[in-house]
């Protein structure tokens, strides 16, 4: 059973920054694209950013700049670092691999709490 699993969530003052791990129990990390999606109450889950096997990036236009992503296969980890962060990015951020040779081996973690509040 794969597993999935965030770190690095909190509380953080606008304009403040912090840096998302997630590290993920797959073999072979380099075969498998990761990214971060966060989903607000009521909301839908919104893609953050993603990183590809060939550490291609695509991050939407609302946090370019401000958000990168990048990973590490030899620690099976994938990192977002978000700096100038505002109010209404305070959701919870998800972690997600997938194999990109097969689109039903896909996984989630469980998510983290990050809350950007005065």
């Known amino acids: 059973q794969v597993q999935v699993v965030e770190s690095g969530g909190g509380l953080v003052q606008p304009g403040g920054s912090l840096r998302l791990s997630c590290a993920a129990s797959?073999?072979?990390?380099?075969?498998?694209?990761m990214g971060w999606y966060r989903q607000s109450p009521g909301k839908q889950r919104q893609r953050v950013a993603v990183?590809?096997?060939?550490?291609?990036?695509d991050i939407p236009d609302f946090v370019k700049g401000r958000f990168t992503i990048s990973r590490d296969n030899a620690k099976n980890t994938v990192y977002l670092q978000m700096n100038a962060l505002t109010p209404d990015e305070t959701a919870v951020y998800y972690c997600?691999?997938?194999?990109?040779?097969?689109?039903?081996?896909?996984?989630w973690g469980q998510g983290i709490q990050v809350a950007v509040s005065s």
């Open positions: 797959v073999t072979s990390s380099e075969m498998y694209a």
């Open positions: 997600n691999c997938h194999y990109v040779q097969d689109p039903n081996l896909n996984y």
């Open positions: 990183i590809g096997t060939a550490y291609h990036t």
